[in-house]
């Protein structure tokens, strides 16, 4: 509890202007993406009804098992349809399994498939590749070193795990000790932190809204707010994303009309945002969020999992980014997860806030508290990031996320998100050429994260990079070109803007 926070006083200074860029795709582009979509599904048909008839191989598991027959699927015929027939073919580009720390590389478990990935099985090898699709922004998911010494000596005098609730013997000093630190971190007055991020929002919003409430949720926002939301009772009403001014027209009709039927004005009316969108590489416009909130009278709860960290200029997130205060937001979220290499999620705030949500969240009453050892980690990691070698890494990841971003731009791709962002999308657009690029560049030695519907609209399928401040030069350059070999076999260079800009050098040449 004696530890204290410098903040430093030269900071980096980071821009206050929002750039978020979301080019469109040629209309051939997406032509050619739904041509492809259509012979995938004529495909499907067909091997449907082969099944159907025991045509050819015999694929049980892609029956109806006998045991099911009188009960209602699970799932609506579409999803069961994609599931079955393009999905399936994808399927040895997710969920693929490691075997090391997922660092700047890692060692990838080689798998295998018989049955057209229904089923795989290990073959026993290993393949040490580079790391470009987990989220470790400042660099700490290390087993050498400080963080993970301390984290493994307090493992051994405190125990993994407590086998309680934080509300009956689930409390130790430690998690007091971080508490106050993080309060200190933020500058915040108090803080209540939870054993697994996404039950953070999902468990907690319910208790800060009910029915009779309005949320005001971006249409982007993550599934463990949109859950948290569902549970709550309250009243939803979704917005487009990062648009302002559709933000603003929703929030002065509800206010106008009140509640269904009723008309009575809202009990509480919540904006609902997230600092950096993971799957758009995105970040909120936030001083145009706090101005709305203080105009209209509303609270804002503030989803900062993927920023905390990766913005601002001591790492304290998207509020120190755009320099602003800390008690402009209600309710400040967030996890340990992506910045810090721990595990949970924490709420900051006023203290009567956090007293609130130690009576009445079910996160803080009935999960498990969080790991005496976790607790160390993201200590030490938070006193790294406040000193000089830390501030190194938030330089790193940011002089990163730029030469990447921009590479990327000049060689052609269409990139979403902000440039400062650690999180950077590039569109593919077709799901068999994300299936290919995936397994391309793992054939060079780099694994990345594809996604595709329905982790995102069906006409815009993607890689996701994911930087961090362990990243040498070195491997981006290495990277970058493989992009740039396999963009060119694949031909997924469509951006206009590159080519815009080009034509604008020569002139000016």
């Not at 932190?193 to 800060?208: E, L, Q, V």
């Not at 721990?342 to 790991?371: N, P, V």
């Not at 990327?408 to 999180?423: A, E, H, T």
């Not at 993607?462 to 290495?478: G, I």
Request: with cysteine; hydrophobic share 35%; glycine share 8%.
């Amino acid at each position: 509890m004696g530890k204290t926070i410098k903040i430093a006083t030269n900071a980096i200074k980071a821009p206050q202007k929002i750039e978020d860029h979301f080019e469109k795709p040629p209309l051939w582009v997406l032509a050619v993406m739904y041509c492809n979509y259509m012979s995938l599904y004529i495909f499907g048909y067909l091997a449907d009804f082969c099944r159907k008839y025991n045509i050819g191989t015999k694929k049980t598991l892609a029956q109806d098992l006998k045991r099911n027959k009188g009960f209602p699927p699970l799932h609506d015929e579409f999803a069961s349809f994609f599931t079955r027939n393009v999905y399936m073919r994808l399927r040895d580009r997710f969920n693929s399994p490691i075997q090391s720390v997922p660092g700047d590389t890692f060692e990838l478990k080689e798998r295998k498939s018989e049955d057209q990935n229904w089923t795989f099985f290990f073959t026993g090898k290993a393949k040490k590749v580079m790391n470009f699709g987990s989220y470790n922004y400042l660099g700490f998911a290390e087993n050498t070193g400080k963080c993970a010494e301390t984290a493994e000596k307090t493992t051994e005098e405190m125990s993994c795990t407590l086998s309680s609730p934080r509300s009956e013997l689930g409390t130790t000093q430690k998690h007091v000790e971080l508490e106050a630190y993080w309060s200190a971190f933020l500058g915040v007055e108090s803080t209540i932190t939870f054993g697994m991020g996404f039950a953070t929002n999902s468990m907690n919003i319910p208790a800060i809204a009910g029915p009779g409430c309005l949320i005001l949720s971006d249409e982007l926002n993550h599934a463990s707010l949109v859950l948290g939301i569902r549970l709550s009772g309250a009243k939803c009403i979704v917005y487009k994303h990062n648009d302002m001014q559709d933000l603003e027209n929703k929030l002065r009709d509800a206010i106008i009309t009140g509640q269904d039927r009723i008309f009575r004005p809202y009990k509480k009316i919540i904006i609902v945002v997230e600092g950096i969108y993971s799957m758009e590489g995105s970040v909120v416009n936030l001083k145009k969020v706090i101005e709305l909130k203080k105009k209209y009278k509303a609270y804002l709860y503030l989803d900062e999992a993927h920023s905390i960290g990766a913005l601002g200029s001591g790492g304290r997130g998207v509020v120190q980014h755009f320099d602003c205060h800390v008690n402009d937001v209600d309710i400040m979220m967030g996890t340990f997860t992506k910045s810090f290499g721990a595990a949970g999620g924490y709420i900051s705030g006023k203290k009567e806030i956090i007293d609130y949500l130690r009576k009445s969240s079910h996160a803080h009453k009935y999960a498990c508290a969080m790991s005496p050892g976790v607790c160390e980690q993201i200590i030490q990691a938070t006193e790294a990031v406040a000193s000089g070698k830390g501030k190194r890494r938030l330089v790193q990841l940011r002089e990163n996320s730029l030469y990447f971003r921009q590479r990327l731009k000049q060689m052609g791709f269409i990139v979403y998100g902000n440039d400062f962002s650690p999180v950077v999308p590039m569109l593919i657009y077709a799901l068999t050429k994300l299936c290919l690029f995936g397994r391309l560049m793992e054939e060079a030695g780099i694994s990345v994260v594809v996604v595709g519907f329905p982790a995102t609209p069906l006409e815009s399928a993607r890689v996701r990079f994911c930087l961090s401040a362990s990243h040498s030069r070195a491997q981006l350059d290495k990277c970058l070109n493989e992009i740039d070999r396999i963009g060119d076999i694949l031909q997924l260079k469509h951006s206009r803007q590159s080519k815009i800009s080009s034509k604008n050098a020569s002139r000016n040449n």
